[in-house]
């Protein structure tokens, strides 16, 4: 897309569902020697780094940026060109806000998204929501064998460990977030071919991914503040009873927990009544 729909100045906005996908590509893109005016943005990168890179971008007269959806909204890039989705949008609404970054100031502007066979029915809830005003083109690319490019692909991600374990992760994002996607009729993870989407990542051995465990931190999350909440309710009750008289009437220690401690002197009331030897 960029060399064949770009001219000589422009602005691309690539758009990834998570944080791992936008840094492995950014990656092998420069281990491919692509990574002139090309600039990456996720929402896992310092405040400090994401100001300076958007600068960066802001300033160029052309170039690429890689991005999850923290660029999707609130801001104002002017010249760029295209929108391309590599990854499906949220929702309708995400995809709206997306391809909002161009077109901007009457200007002209295209957008993509890349789409599974069974992921075409999200043009059917797109276009009822936008209706004549989104005119839907299949955009023919040029067909490259895979033959052709996937042993090179393969052997520099076999020959970079930091470059394979990058693969993996954005590969287990991937399908972790395509699993908690909101739209489930139109992305169903259980129609995901995960085969060929581990060979999208480079990844020859996928590995195992268990797709409960986006649901889990909410359920761990509750038992750290029902213990939580065992805890502060001992500390109140100690509190409470700390300044209270802890011993009988017969001389006895009636305490939670009777003082110890070497050399230590059990002090007995006054009005205190000694107990049996």
Not at 111 to 121: I, T
Not at 128 to 138: E, L
Request: net charge positive; glycine share 6%.
């Amino acid at each position: 897309i960029n060399a064949e729909y770009m001219g000589e100045s422009g602005k691309m906005l690539i758009f990834f569902s998570t944080c791992a996908s936008v840094r492995f590509h950014a990656q092998m893109l420069a281990h491919l020697k692509l990574d002139e005016d090309l600039w990456h943005l996720h929402g896992k990168m310092k405040h400090r780094q994401r100001l300076a890179t958007f600068k960066e971008f802001l300033e160029a007269p052309r170039g690429l940026l890689l991005s999850t959806d923290v660029c999707a909204r609130g801001l104002d890039i002017p010249a760029v060109e295209w929108i391309v989705q590599y990854d499906p949008p949220a929702g309708v609404e995400d995809y709206v806000h997306r391809v909002g970054r161009t077109a901007r100031a009457g200007k002209a502007g295209c957008a993509v998204v890349f789409l599974m066979p069974h992921e075409r029915h999200f043009l059917n809830a797109l276009q009822a929501v936008v209706g004549a005003a989104m005119t839907v083109t299949r955009l023919a690319l040029p067909e490259t064998p895979p033959e052709r490019v996937m042993p090179r692909l393969l052997a520099i991600v076999e020959d970079d460990r930091r470059l394979e374990k990058s693969a993996n992760n954005a590969y287990k994002a991937f399908v972790m977030s395509y699993h908690s996607h909101t739209l489930k009729a139109v992305f169903d993870s259980a129609q995901l071919p995960l085969q060929e989407v581990a060979a999208a990542f480079l990844v020859t051995n996928p590995p195992a991914i268990n797709l409960f465990k986006a649901e889990r931190p909410e359920r761990i999350e509750g038992v750290i503040k029902s213990f939580y909440r065992k805890q502060l309710a001992q500390k109140q009750w100690e509190e409470s009873h700390k300044h209270k008289v802890q011993w009988g009437s017969d001389g006895r220690y009636v305490g939670r927990k009777a003082p110890r401690g070497k050399g230590f002197v059990v002090p007995i009331p006054a009005n205190a009544v000694a107990g049996p030897a």
